[in-house]
């Protein structure tokens, strides 16, 4: 499913090239002083070790949504969406393309070494049309997937001690709300009026992906994603005619 030729040279900290610098104070929301206090936070080794394979697992799925969202909009631009939808959908390439920077960034200040890491991005499916490219990735990514990721993070900002963590879980908690609204919007506008194919081709998605965003987690957060699917996403999809409890009771790993 990825690709390692689309390695992307992770987001550089220490780099002092002008690009970079220019990069970090338009991608970066938090002060350099929070870095150095994560820097020379007393942590014992393990617990430092596994923050840095954690952030780095973040910066990860951060990469993977915003090769998701660029090939969204490259999609939206070829059916000829309207500018209010495009700008939109360019915001959340913004906001991705941020909380990768983020995420990287604390996995450095908490000793990874960023220039060992690589990035891989998601291919799209070329066997469907940009239409119902367009549709899957609203139902189950921009809605569906940020939805559970804004509990996901506002569960985990609750219990978070590290004060510069806790920042950077605040950063990325208002635009994944916002994604997620996008989302909601676009498929209360569109739905209805969508083409048999395109619908039917996000249905069948809906199962795997539901699937994912419960069994794919720790244990421990399963119960935070199952509330956000059954008690935000099922109802709100079911008010649209998306039959997504059926998906819901029908979920399986593969299709």
């Known amino acids: 499913m990825y690709s390692k030729e689309f390695w992307f040279p992770p987001f550089l900290p220490s780099d002092d090239d002008p690009l970079h610098i220019f990069a970090e104070k338009h991608l970066s929301v ?11 936070y007393e942590l014992p080794d393990t617990q430092r070790a596994e923050l840095q394979a954690l952030w780095w697992e973040h910066a990860t799925d951060e ?41 990287v960034k604390a996995a450095a200040a908490l000793g990874m070494d960023p220039s060992a890491q690589h990035f891989s991005a998601v291919r799209p499916n070329t066997d469907v049309t940009p239409m119902a490219r ?23 900002r609750e219990r978070e001690t590290i004060p510069p963590l806790k920042s950077v879980m605040t950063a990325i908690l208002a635009d994944e709300s916002f994604h ?34 419960s069994n794919g987690l720790p244990p421990i957060l399963r119960p935070v994603a199952d509330s956000a699917i059954t008690g935000i996403i099922l109802p709100a999809l079911d008010s649209l005619g998306i039959d997504a409890q059926r998906a819901w009771e029908q979920r399986s790993e593969t299709r």
């Open 30 to 40: 938090l002060p350099a002083s929070d870095w150095e206090v994560l820097a020379h």
């Open 134 to 156: 367009i549709v899957r990735h609203m139902l189950t990514t921009v809605y569906c997937s940020e939805t559970v990721a804004l509990e996901l993070i506002g569960w985990a």
């Open 63 to 103: 990469y993977r949504a915003l090769s998701q969202f660029s090939y969204l909009l490259a999609d939206m631009l070829q059916v000829g969406a309207p500018l209010s939808w495009l700008g939109c959908a360019s915001r959340l390439i913004r906001d991705e393309t941020r909380h990768v920077a983020l995420c």
């Open 180 to 213: 997620s609204r996008f989302g909601f919007l676009w498929l209360r506008d569109h739905w209805n009026h969508l083409d048999t194919v395109s619908r039917t081709t996000a249905l069948d998605a809906l199962p795997v992906a539901l699937w994912r965003l």
